[in-house]
């Protein structure tokens, strides 16, 4: 099952990218490189999630790090590699798009990213939406 997530990229990592402290909220992605508007920052896979087991991510603590899709068999979609620890912004760097055939997340900046900078995607689905997102970011 595995190989069908990764296809041929057996060791997923991201050079041009680490986790760490964030002023943002936590931990968040950082580039270590810089990047172009446009330019694929990471593909990474997903796993889909049903109703009965997003119940479940309620009581855990992965409740703040997956994505929701418009596949109602399973509304819910795991990102993997870095792509669930982007913290969220308003005026966002970078954007994303889910692929429910591939079973994939692509995160793309949508400006110029200096090398250094924290990585951030907007929650609600476009680089520069205003609208609060629909759940609580400061647990």
Known sequence: MLDNLFGQKRNYKALH???????????GVFSKTAFKAGQLIEKAPV???DDEEKNLLR?????YYYFLVNYPAKPIAMGLGYSALYNHAADANAG????LVNLSISIKACKKIAEGEEITIN???R?????PVYFS???
């Open 137 to 139: 970011i400061n647990n």
């Open 47 to 49: 796993i889909l999630i």
């Open 59 to 63: 009581h855990s603590s992965l409740h």
């Open 123 to 125: 929650y609600n689905g």
């Open 17 to 27: 990218l680490e986790v760490r402290q964030s002023l943002i909220h936590g931990k």
């Open 127 to 131: 680089p520069n939406d205003p609208s």
């Open 96 to 99: 994303y798009c889910i692929n």
